[in-house]
């Protein structure tokens, strides 16, 4: 039987929180035009990269050999690289409500792949759940729409959304016990390191169109909210979830972000509390227990290294 892991839904709740805020927050940035997609991606990742360092520098020192750094570096790829650089590109390009819609899909992809990568079963507890937590999503997000600032290009936005969530979903599924070998910041600064190698390969010029002198506290603040709870705090606390719960439970918390969007929408006075708002909470959660208590894959064998989920 698998045991109840208070730590790691403690993250993964705070994780999808700092998410949740995150969308509202890099839009608002980026509509002013000072902030390119491509920049805010930049400011992710190279700002992640360097405070993960920073705090490794008082953490045990680990040795990577030469063949875990390069799972490291698929790693990155899928789960920093095409995940951010994808969403922020496409919350760019289309609105933070249908992007919110587009997350909902996450769990549903990160059920089927684990499924077919590590044995999961597909449980009927586990479409349930996830029917349930995608149902609640949806009525706090359709709520809201009504109030969610447009995209340009809405199409594509939404295309670019998508593909971060499948990114992020083989991510999970993949990488579920490589991860455990190390700690989160030895993981954290080689995976933020590839990462800001292969986005500075595509983006230098970027950087000579920054319009520094126009920065306000807006932008400024908007960054660092990003930089370090929405990428440095968000990614210590998916480390720690990804390493107590399985790849499906991990993917229902995104369900979380849109209660945080609606919880802000109602603080600024831009959306109202309804009893269709408990639901929707009721729902979520109620989707988060089924999944909680679904049946897990088989145990893998302490004889050899099976790759198939706890």
């Known amino acids: 039987m698998r045991t109840f892991s208070l730590k790691g839904h403690v993250a993964m709740l705070g994780a999808n929180t700092m998410w949740g805020l995150m969308a509202p927050i890099a839009k608002m940035v980026m509509a002013a035009g000072i902030v ?30 030469p063949r875990d750094l390069l799972l490291l570096a698929g790693a990155a790829m899928l789960g920093i690289l095409f995940n951010q ?3 922020v590109f496409g919350v760019g390009f289309t609105s933070p409500g249908e992007a919110s819609i587009i997350t909902t899909t996450m769990p549903l992809w990160v059920m089927v792949f684990a499924a077919v990568i590590l044995g999961e079963p597909i ?18 997000v359709l709520g809201a729409s009504k109030t969610g600032m447009k995209g340009d290009n809405p199409t594509l936005g939404d295309i670019l959304v998508l593909t971060a969530q499948l990114s992020y979903a083989l991510y999970l599924t993949f990488y579920r016990n490589f991860i455990k070998k190390y700690s989160v910041f030895t993981l954290m600064k080689w995976m933020f390191t590839f990462a800001s190698i292969a986005i500075l390969c595509v983006s230098v010029g970027e950087w000579s169109r920054v319009r520094w002198s126009e920065f306000t506290s807006r932008e400024v603040m908007g960054v660092g909210y990003v930089v370090f709870f929405a990428t440095f705090l968000a990614y210590i606390c998916i480390m720690i979830g990804q390493k107590n719960l399985r790849p499906t ?20 006075g831009l959306d109202s509390f309804n009893f269709g708002k408990v639901i929707a909470v009721v729902l979520i959660f109620s989707g988060v227990f089924l999944v909680t208590i679904s049946k897990a894959a088989p145990q893998p064998s302490a004889a050899g290294h099976s790759g198939r989920s706890a």
């Open 36 to 65: 390119s997609p491509l920049l805010m991606t930049n400011f992710r990742i190279l700002g992640a990269a360097l405070l993960f360092w920073t705090a490794s520098l008082f953490a045990p020192y680990e040795k990577v050999p």
């Open 85 to 87: 650089g994808c969403y």
């Open 123 to 140: 449980t009927l507890k586990k479409i349930g759940g996830i029917l349930l937590g995608a149902s609640g999503a949806l009525i706090l």
């Open 249 to 268: 439970l991990v993917g229902m918390y995104n369900y979380v972000q849109p209660i945080v969007a609606s919880c802000v929408g109602i603080w600024l």
